[in-house]
């Protein structure tokens, strides 16, 4: 049987660089992680409770996390800044307090930045919930890969594929659906290739959306 591994994964060191930045002695690493983990799911929650309701999705990129003895820095790369901080001269502060109640550290500061991406469709991430919420407005999911592929086509990437699997209009058994435009080369190292898989719940049951993007390289 094929072997697969993630494309992010494959390609550290290479194209691809981490999301986190610290060190830890191995007893204490999990402890490291489950950090990050809370640190990046209440940001999340906090833009999903705060964004506009007739936006529909988060617009986030990517979160990178640098840890040091006493600071924790925090760049959340958005799409659409305007989610985050309409309407709220003190958003960003109020999101920090968040975050800083929910890791208990009396020890480390907490400084969180925001960073906004030129063409946000370029990002699977924001491509992925974007097609989640043309899904959930039970829009054909043809459709909703047909307008994603147009919208990337507009950043000037190489090359896209994006794949959607479970029980897609309803339908009693389950199937994967896949289109590909342009060069999507998952073999080459040398490839940058930006990847996510994303989970959307539907009236009909879970959805899986992955998104690859071939953005440079040979």
């Excluded at 009693?172 to 073999?187: C, K, Y």
Aim: with cysteine; charged share 25%; glycine share 8%.
């Amino acid at each position: 049987m094929a072997q697969k591994t993630n494309p992010l994964g494959f390609r550290l060191g290479t194209t691809q660089n981490h999301h986190s930045f610290w060190f830890a002695q191995p007893k204490s690493f999990s402890i490291g992680l489950q950090e990050d983990e809370k640190i990046r799911d209440c940001i999340k929650n906090y833009v999903q409770k705060n964004m506009r309701i007739s936006s529909g999705f988060e617009g986030i990129a990517h979160i990178e996390i640098q840890k040091r003895i006493d600071l924790i820095q925090v760049i959340i790369y958005i799409g659409f800044p305007n989610l985050l901080i309409e309407g709220r001269r003190r958003g960003i502060e109020e999101l920090q307090t968040n975050v800083q109640k929910e890791l208990n550290s009396v020890n480390r500061r907490l400084n969180i930045a925001i960073t906004r991406i030129e063409k946000p469709y370029g990002h699977p991430n924001i491509l992925a919930e974007y097609i989640a919420l043309q899904l959930k407005n039970r829009v054909s999911f043809r459709k909703a890969m047909k307008k994603a592929i147009e919208l990337t086509d507009q950043t000037g990437t190489k090359g896209i594929q994006i794949q959607i699997a479970g029980r897609i209009n309803g339908k009693e058994v389950a199937r994967v659906e896949w289109i590909r435009e342009g060069r999507v080369p998952l073999q080459t190292i040398r490839a940058k290739i930006d990847h996510c898989s994303y989970t959307v719940r539907t009236i009909h049951g879970v959805l899986g959306i992955k998104i690859w993007i071939f953005v440079d390289g040979k």
